[in-house]
């Protein structure tokens, strides 16, 4: 964008851009949710178990890039249903390991590609320098709404306290 653009152009392209991917999550993550009955984000915590076993449940928030408590949420929910276990850790029996069940394994190999796997494709998909200004001035959107001390749930989580 050049220094000669209208502030309210950039502002109305800037629009159209977000909601076009406001509109793409969303329909994604209905989607998914037709097709497997899961949440956004039980899908996302799924995909990742699919890929290998977490060894406690601090480790998998490191994975979804949120924390403890909202992970825990999702994973109760995915037991619930089957699609996930807990087992005492073989090394250390304070842990405990979360696992992908072969339901649980099924379900995955059979849904389409989930909000957070569209997302990680494309932003691993920009160039390094283009990916870093990006997350700085998402950064700097976000710190201008006000919305920089909301929690980062995972995507269509709604909260920790088990609606979504």
């Keep these: ?44 915590v799924l995909q990742l178990l699919l890929e290998a076993k977490a060894d406690s449940m601090n480790e998998l928030a ?15 929910r995915l037991e619930a249903k089957g699609l996930v276990a807990r087992l005492t850790s073989t090394t250390d029996a304070r842990r405990t390991q ?17 909000v957070q796997e569209r997302l990680t494709r494309a ?14 001035e998402l950064n700097t959107l976000v710190a201008l709404m006000g919305a920089d001390e909301e929690p980062a749930t995972l995507i269509f989580e709604d909260d920790a306290t088990g609606s979504s």
């Design 123 to 136: 932003l691993g998909a920009m160039p390094a320098d283009s990916l870093l200004l990006l997350s700085s």
């Design 98 to 114: 979360v696992v992908i069940t072969p339901e649980g394994t099924a379900l995955m190999q059979r849904k389409p590609p989930t």
């Design 1 to 44: 964008m050049g220094t000669n653009t209208n502030p309210s152009e950039a502002i109305a392209r800037a629009l159209i851009s977000i909601r076009r991917l406001v509109r793409t999550l969303r329909t994604t993550a209905v989607s998914v949710e037709r097709e497997t009955g899961l949440s956004t984000a039980q899908t996302f």
């Design 62 to 76: 490191e994975r979804t890039s949120t924390d403890q408590s909202s992970v825990s949420v999702v994973v109760s």
